[in-house]
């Protein structure tokens, strides 16, 4: 997921550097070595996917977070596919083996996702594409608090939680601000 707008940061995130890489691109590789299809998820395609990789538009709800989410799921419903992985372009310090990780919780018509100290992390969690109606009407009913429509899909039994671990929590870590890029360490 990449469409926010980035007004803390001052500057679209996908196109920070770290390290040799820029973070959009980074992203999308761990999703090609975790996925047989992956994509970037925002309202226009970013203009730095090459031309081969896909690009899923957000879903027309207004919903922030909610309409990538929503986009990724009709994207995978038309593509046949089970689940979605949701990695946002903003979390720098994930790896390959966070998402196996999730990719292992999975089950037919269930999803994952982990909680921490600050609750679920929505944006780093797999999806059942069986979550997208429920989800649906929640943001038609004018619910797109992500916190909320994520414990409304584990009370639905369509996601389950995984609880972080002290260790793995600083793979979770966020980028928001410059202070937070400023202490950045990978």
Known sequence: MTGGKSERM????ARLLIGEELLGERQMRLLAGS???WAAVAPVRPDWLSGAEEWVRDADSGAGPASGILGALEWARTGAASHVIILAVDMPRATQGMLSSLLSDLRPGRGVVTTGDHGFEPLCACYPVEALDSMRRQVNAGQNKMQTLTALLVED??????????????????????????????
Do not use: H, I, Q
């Open 157 to 186: 039994g369509v996601m389950a939680v995984r609880l972080l671990s002290p260790s793995e929590r600083v793979d979770f870590f966020n980028l928001n601000t410059p202070e937070d890029l400023a202490r950045l360490e990978l």
């Open 10 to 13: 001052g500057r679209d995130k």
């Open 35 to 37: 996925c047989e299809r």
